[in-house]
């Protein structure tokens, strides 16, 4: 029996150091997609994966938010799986994430792992590490399309004179940056 994920291997992972390989894109349309979610302090993390590696990661009420807010249809999903396997996040070693975007997208991505934890940037810093100082409001999109929040860390991006966005809301973000502030 898989052994299955929990907001402690989560942790445990994080204070390791938040390593993150990036992968070519998994297939949705070609099957083999499971989502299943886990509780956490701020509130529930859904995951879908394929392969051993994470697609999709958000926190949403229940599934069918989850599924609308990542545009997977239904039927494109293998299965709904009862648990998260535990060696999808290993306490120690590398979540592998598979990144579907533009080049663009997939470079501000990229530059998202580059934050520390704890740490905020604004979106006008980010773009300027990217080389990019006038395309604020492009790394706002992208970082807006990040398809695996917490692993690839959007939360840690603030608009210069406030809190700036989140798709999964303030109150997440807040408490994620708070989180981490608490081992960083």
Known sequence: MTEALDWHHVEQWARAGWRVVVHEAADPARGGLHYACIQTPAGPLWFAWQDR???????????DEFLEARDLAKDALAQRAHVVPADLVPPRGAVHVALQGTAFQCRTWRALLAIPAGQTVSYG????RMNRPRAARAVGTAVGRNPVALFVPCHRVVGARDAGGYRWGLGVKRALLEWERGFA
Request: with cysteine; glycine share 14%; charged share 0%.
């Open 53 to 63: 590696l994470l697609c999709f990661a958000g926190f949403a009420a229940g599934a």
């Open 125 to 128: 810093q980010l773009a300027a």
